[in-house]
């Protein structure tokens, strides 16, 4: 297999950056794209200098030369999105939250290893070099041991449809939680014992502001917070026995800054050029689908289940059901 081409479904803001990424990506061809509306998929295609473009996504799964497909539609159509890709036997990765529930998730990964197909979350903050840097960093005991962390993620964007509505699975914890709770995951581990959680629904009966505090098995404590209704600094920090670390944007982190015991600034690191982020993760596709895996190691399937569960269970504790989704 040479260049990987690569599909993109569903033509919306995520999408139109997928394909900016994909364009200077040279490990894959930029090979189509599918919309709902064929004038639609077509105009896209044509501002991202992509080859082919469909009207329906069926028509698009059912070309033979495609390969990966990443699914760009709402968290609500995630599930069946990623199922039809599957049937049709493509490699998928999927736009975070990766499925609106566990149970949804639990059931296409089985699909995906019985059809030995690559599938994977586009939770793009796991495969960056700087998550990576940030746990090298604490292994290397720069800030000494590590016993906590607080970590925030917030945009004033609860005027958005796909937020408030729970016809698309809106609310805070899906599309601004789930990073928190991944950066969290990524430092301090899985093993948790105990949650104390808080939120403030709209009356549309989604989540609008969430409070998360996990407590692990070797007594570590996430504080984490999740907020549609303001812009917060978005910032990390992670606190040591003989230090801390801020780490600036934790969905894409920009920077990391070592701070001794004194308050004083002892070192910092700075994000490498970005095509826009996304590209970490295509490429850890391209290797794994070449190398025959069904998942990517930076998020492998076991991860993608727990952190799913984890967050059915934050919603069942505040009383957020989809209902409309069949919940």
């Not at 469909?54 to 760009?72: F, K, Q, T």
Request: aromatic share 8%; with cysteine; net charge negative.
């Amino acid at each position: 297999m040479s260049r990987i081409k690569f599909g993109i479904l569903g033509a919306g803001g995520i999408a139109q950056k997928m394909a900016k990424t994909i364009a200077a990506v040279p490990e894959v061809l930029p090979y189509a794209v599918a919309a709902r509306d064929l004038g639609r998929a077509r105009t896209f295609a044509g501002v991202h200098g992509i080859e082919r473009a469909y009207g329906s996504y069926e028509e698009m799964l059912a070309d033979p030369e495609l390969d990966l497909v990443y699914v760009a539609t709402p968290h609500s159509h995630h599930y069946e999105h990623i199922k039809l890709c599957l049937e049709h036997n493509k490699h998928v990765i999927c736009e975070k939250a990766f499925t609106v529930n566990a149970a949804q998730a639990e059931e296409v990964v089985r699909l995906a290893e019985e059809k030995n197909l690559l599938l994977t979350e586009a939770i793009w903050t796991r495969y960056m070099p700087m998550s990576k840097k940030i746990n090298e960093l604490i292994a290397e005991g720069v800030i000494g041991r590590v016993n906590s962390l607080t970590a925030n993620f917030g945009y004033s964007i609860s005027h958005v449809e796909r937020m408030w509505n729970p016809a698309l699975a809106g609310g805070a914890l899906l599309d601004l939680g789930v990073y928190t709770i991944n950066f969290a995951s990524m430092i301090l581990g899985t093993e948790i014992k105990l949650i104390n959680t808080s939120s403030v629904l709209l009356e549309t009966g989604v989540d609008a502001k969430d409070s998360i505090t996990l407590i692990y098995e070797d007594d570590t404590m996430a504080m984490l917070f999740a907020n549609m209704m303001s812009t917060t600094d978005r910032r990390g920090i992670v606190y040591g026995d003989n230090g801390y670390m801020v780490i600036e944007n934790i969905n894409n982190p920009e920077s990391i800054k070592i701070y001794n015991l004194k308050y004083e600034l002892t070192d910092e690191y700075y994000a490498p050029a970005q095509i826009t982020g996304f590209e970490y993760e295509v490429l850890a596709c391209v290797r794994d689908i070449k190398a025959g895996r069904t998942e990517c190691e930076e998020m492998p399937h076991a991860e993608i289940i727990r952190v799913m569960k984890l967050m059915d269970s934050l919603r069942a504790e505040w009383g957020v059901r989809y209902r409309e989704l069949g919940e």
